[in-house]
């Protein structure tokens, strides 16, 4: 799929993708966060604000919410309906974003999975249960699963953090595969208390326009 100007995206993602006044009502806030991050105090510093810039996107959602798990298996300041197998279904189910449908979707998960030590289990297609979605491959397939069957006409990028175990960026790559969802690799990203900075927000700007011609 062309990515044309005015294509209307959903964002799903952590903290990442946030910013304060940008992100659903009740979800957690990661940016602006100076005491981390100092040089990030703009929506328009943000990788994503750069992009819809950029490829003149149109933003239907962001729904991101900083420490977010893509399992059921949580940080203790959140529930499992913070998870991103929840939270996608506020948006990527079968009526969309209040009946609009994207034309693109940009995932960018794991990470937290992967910081508190999230057991990472093995790939499965079907017969999920509460017991398999704590594990983060199994709930990185359901969340596939159900993305690509709501939005089979939407173009499907899954952004892969640097530094996550081996363990889970491999199985995460593994499951995207199955799905025919293409995965950024992201690489050389400037950081700060774990965050992008500015430069970080830049070059993740950069390699995802880069990921979208190849779309």
Known sequence: ????????????????????????????????????????????MTWWKQLIHMRGLHLLCNESSSGTTISTRVREVHTPKDAFISRMKRVLGPEGVMGEKPELVLIMGGTNDSWIGNEAGELQFEGWTDETLLQVLPAACYMLDYITTHNPDAAILFMLNTELRKEIADGLIAACEHYGVPVLCLHDISKQSGHPDVLGMKQIARQVDQALDAL
């Not at 005015?6 to 602006?32: M, Q």
């Open 1 to 44: 799929m062309s990515i044309t100007r005015n294509c209307s995206l959903v964002l799903l993602g952590d903290s990442y993708t946030t910013f304060a006044g940008h992100i659903p009502e009740g979800n957690s806030i990661f940016y602006p966060r100076l005491e981390a991050v100092p040089d990030v105090t703009d929506v328009e």
